[in-house]
Antibody
Framework: EVQLVESGGGLVQPGGSLRLSCVASGFTFSKYAMSWVRQAPGKGLEWVSGITSGDSTFYADSVKGRFTISRDISKNTLYLQMKSLRAEDTALYYC??????????????WGQGTLVTVSS | DIVMTQSPDSLAVSLGERATINCKSSQSVLYSSNNRNYLAWYQQKPGQPPKLIIYWASTRESGVPDRFSGSGSGTDFTLTISSLQAEDVAVYYCQQYYSTPLTFGPGTKVDIK
């Protein structure tokens, strides 16, 4: 059974940093692209970043230069390093798996999300 | 960036009746080399993560009831629920995965009339 478990969210001040983690199980983690998708309270879905099986990375313009996606195959873990956080980054952050090696694909499994709140 | 729009914003349908949601992309998401539309539909119920229900515009994900169907090509797409059930109450999002950044539509809320 595919499982994605996010952690690392919390309350952070504007300008601060946070690292999100997503532990994956039930599939060969190295073979698939992965993404982070966020959802602000009461709002819609926003794709944040993706990483291919070959570790090519992609970002939304709103986070480019501030967020870094990476993965550790040995730990079956996906990361999102977030810096220079802003109030508008406040959201529930989902980790999502692709059924393909490429980021040009839908997300077939999702975690439950981890909440990031940026506020002073 | 490809902008996705959806209509209507919300709709209420009687149990057993048809629900139709439209999605439009600002540019074509049809990839000519494989003739595939890079368009997915997700269902999100309150307090839950999104669930993939349709990909390649018309392919139903495993385990999704056949009352859900997707159609369309190029820039115009439709999600149809042929006979609405109580468990289908949710927000439905379309997503293009033709180019990065991947983008979602704003969502359509489906309720029971």
């Amino acid at each position: 059974e595919v499982q994605l478990v996010e952690s690392g969210g919390g309350l952070v001040q504007p300008g601060g940093s946070l690292r999100l983690s997503c532990v994956a199980s039930g599939f060969t983690f190295s073979k698939y692209a992965m993404s982070w998708v966020r959802q602000a309270p009461g709002k819609g879905l926003e794709w944040v970043s993706g990483i291919t099986s070959g570790d090519s990375t992609f970002y939304a313009d709103s986070v480019k230069g501030r967020f870094t996606i990476s993965r550790d195959i040995s730990k079956n873990t996906l990361y999102l390093q977030m810096k220079s956080l802003r109030a508008e980054d406040t959201a529930l952050y989902y980790c999502a798996k692709s059924p393909l090696t490429s980021c040009y694909s839908p997300s077939d499994y999702w975690g439950q999300g981890t909440l990031v709140t940026v506020s002073s | 960036d490809i902008v996705m729009t959806q209509s209507p914003d919300s709709l209420a349908v009687s149990l057993g009746e048809r629900a139709t949601i439209n999605c439009k992309s600002s540019q074509s998401v049809l990839y000519s080399s494989n003739n595939r539309n890079y368009l997915a539909w997700y269902q999100q119920k309150p307090g839950q993560p999104p669930k993939l229900i349709i990909y390649w515009a018309s392919t139903r994900e495993s385990g999704v009831p056949d009352r859900f169907s997707g159609s369309g090509s190029g820039t115009d797409f439709t999600l149809t629920i042929s006979s609405l059930q109580a468990e289908d109450v949710a927000v439905y999002y379309c997503q293009q995965y033709y180019s990065t950044p991947l983008t979602f539509g704003p969502g359509t809320k489906v309720d029971i009339k």
